[in-house]
């Protein structure tokens, strides 16, 4: 055969020609074609041929063609390099290792490809290992060991050797010439929570770029300091740095966090010109951020832009939802997502008896009133802790089951857990929804005794339990017990001096309005939410005519009052405060929102239980009013007012008229 100019045998060609045979021929070829070339001299004639056995994922091959290069008295160093690299390509780390640990001489790509690896593999400690080995064996770190090994630093919390080696890289110069390094430096102490040093950092760095400063920005949103990274955001656009889909997503949940609508609405202008606006993680942030800022019409309006929302996408809506008291549409929303029970798909997945799923699950069902459903999930679990506990207990405070709540709450103690501010609240609502004003009392003072700090809306709900129970004393000299008593604090007792009619603490209450300037005691409107065929539709008191179906609503309404009165059904006028004639406070008793939404309802026939959601405490007149209407039509009503559930069956409430 002839041979080229450097002594080696010509068989690029031969290795060229059958480059584009299967693997069956070309392993059957291989090792005749290496016998054949009898020494690789140059890498003209053994890089072919890795290249192919690494195509192939085939070590055999690897191997074959480093027993020939040995055999050639080819420069360790250059063979060493190709085979670590051509046994990290194949995913063939423990051949990699070994002739890396042979080579008596290393090149810093060498080294650094091995640190990429483990740190691709989330094998961290390993990248550390072979970090130390490479500064114990004198050889300097460049910009990319760097930048890859504080990632392992963070990973691991070694946050000394971090230190250390950030002063190298300072040392080297690569900590502000190298964009890199710095990125890799801020994400680091971002991760161990140094938003200080990391904004430091990112200061001395001459030219930054949107990743580096991205970092930052959403280091502050995970540690909670949203007002640096709004900041940090407005610095970004000074310095003309264009933001990224990361960057949009991360100071949108930070203006969320802050109720920073304002700022959150031109960020959203500047996602739109800038046509980030279209990106699944940035509509998820938008939706979150509204959510987040109450504007529930805003947040669904970007949830019906987004083409193909994930699991975090509907997480989001259906958690802000909830967050906004719009539990009957996050159930609405939940079953559009997942089209069958959720509780059926948890338990698909083998997660129904997993503590944190369950706890979900349980207090989804405690929300939609459903507290059989809950226990059920309760009782399958592995385990159980604070979390689920106070899930359950506050699932069965909701909905007027106080017993079996301050049973589970002994339990709790018997297991030697310890109570937090969601216990304590849960044991007093348990309370004053069951009518146990004695017990309640009891636990309040061991509370307050024990190491719970108790706050506002603890008192809130001892004042209300008080206030019904006619202890008004009371009651009033607890509100006047709280260091700064807020607004519901005396709307709840101003509540429960109109119940029981005591005019001169009432006038008292409202005169405190002067000493708390910038609090309003205005009522709400009163309104009501109900679920048919899976939309939601409001009402509002005294709104008779906005519905495109009033007029039908109107007619069943009617007919409906006219039936419960042939069942004993009489108007509680006492339910009207202001001064007009009766036949007018009749009329006004009639158009309260939760009639409307019933007679809706049962209008358009709607299939089961019929499901209201109001945002005030029922009236006394409503609430006699339904009893009466759930015999008359002979289907379960559920009503989830301010405070609580009532199921309405057959003429009676679960409540036991005790709301």
């Known amino acids: 055969m002839r041979r080229d100019h450097y002594g080696g045998l010509i068989v690029v060609s031969r290795i060229s020609s059958f480059f584009g045979s299967k693997a069956g021929n070309f392993r059957s070829q291989f090792r005749l074609l290496c016998i054949a070339s009898n020494s690789f001299t140059t890498t003209h004639t053994f890089s072919p041929l890795l290249r192919q056995c690494i195509d192939e994922r085939w070590l055999p091959g690897i191997k074959t063609i480093q027993a020939q290069m040995l055999k050639s008295g080819f420069p360790v160093q250059l063979s060493g390099s190709k085979l670590v690299d051509a046994g990290l390509k194949c995913g063939e780390i423990g051949y990699a290792r070994e002739v890396f640990d042979e080579m008596t001489e290393r090149h810093i790509v060498t080294w650094n490809s091995l640190i990429a690896y483990f740190i691709k593999h989330r094998r961290s400690k390993e990248a550390v290992e072979v970090y130390r080995l490479m500064i114990t064996s004198n050889v300097l770190p460049d910009e990319y060991t760097l930048s890859s090994v504080f990632k392992a630093f963070s990973d691991l919390g070694l946050e000394e050797e971090a230190q250390r080696s950030h002063g190298l890289a300072v040392i080297l110069g690569l900590e502000v010439s190298n964009v890199f390094v710095g990125s890799a430096l801020v994400d680091m102490y971002v991760k161990f929570g140094k938003t200080r040093e990391a904004k430091l950092v990112l200061d001395r760095v001459e030219e930054k770029d949107v990743v580096l400063i991205t970092a930052l920005i959403v280091g502050y949103s995970q540690e909670g300091e949203d007002a640096e990274a709004v900041e940090a955001f407005r610095s970004m656009l000074g310095e003309g740095v264009q933001p990224n889909e990361y960057t ?376 006699s009013w339904i009893k009466i209407v759930s015999r008359v039509i002979n289907r379960e009503i559920i009503c989830r007012d301010s405070k609580r559930f009532h199921h309405f069956r057959d003429g009676s409430c679960s409540c036991r008229d005790y709301w």
């Open 248 to 623: 949009y997503a991360s100071v949108l949940i930070s203006c969320g966090n802050l109720k920073d609508v304002s700022n959150g609405k031109l960020i959203h202008g500047l996602m739109i010109k800038s046509g980030f606006d279209s990106a699944l993680g940035s509509q998820t942030s938008l939706l979150t951020m509204y959510l987040r800022c109450g504007l529930v019409d805003d947040s669904l309006w970007i949830f019906k832009c987004i083409e193909y929302p994930n699991e975090v996408t509907w997480t989001s809506l259906i958690s802000g939802l909830v967050l906004n008291g719009r539990e009957e549409m996050a159930l609405t929303e939940f079953r559009k997502m997942m089209r069958d029970s959720i509780h059926g798909i948890v338990t698909k997945y083998g997660l129904d008896r997993d503590k944190y799923a369950g706890s979900g699950l349980i207090d989804l069902y405690g929300k939609c009133g459903c507290s059989d459903m809950a226990r059920s999930v309760f009782d399958t679990l592995n385990e159980v802790d604070v979390i689920s506990l106070n899930t359950m207990i506050y699932s069965y405070a909701q909905n007027g089951y106080g017993r079996e709540a301050l049973e589970l709450f002994e339990r709790m103690m018997k297991l030697g857990l310890q109570a937090n501010d969601v216990t304590v609240l849960s044991v007093l609502l348990a309370c004053n929804n069951s009518g146990l004003v004695d017990e309640g009392c009891e636990f309040f003072e061991s509370f307050r005794k024990g190491k719970v700090v108790l706050t506002n809306d603890h008192y809130a709900c001892m004042v209300d339990m008080l206030g019904r129970a006619g202890r008004l004393d009371e009651a009033d000299r607890l509100v006047n017990e709280v260091v700064n008593p807020d607004l519901v604090l005396w709307r709840t007792l101003l509540s429960a001096c109109k119940i029981h009619r005591n005019v001169e603490m009432a006038e008292r209450v409202i005169e405190m309005k002067s000493d708390m300037r910038g609090m309003k005691l205005k009522k709400s409107p009163a309104m009501s939410w109900v679920d048919v065929d899976r939309e939601t539709h409001t009402f509002m008191a005294g709104d008779l005519f906005s519905h495109p179906n009033s007029e039908q609503i109107l007619e069943t309404l009617e007919e409906l009052i006219k039936k419960a009165k042939e069942m004993g059904y009489v108007e509680d006028k006492s339910c009207v405060f202001q001064d007009m004639e009766e036949s007018a406070k009749e009329r006004s008793l009639h158009q309260h929102s939760e009639k409307l939404a019933i007679a809706f309802a049962v209008w358009r026939n709607a299939g089961g239980s019929i499901r209201i959601l109001k945002n005030l405490r029922v009236c006394v007149d409503c609430h």
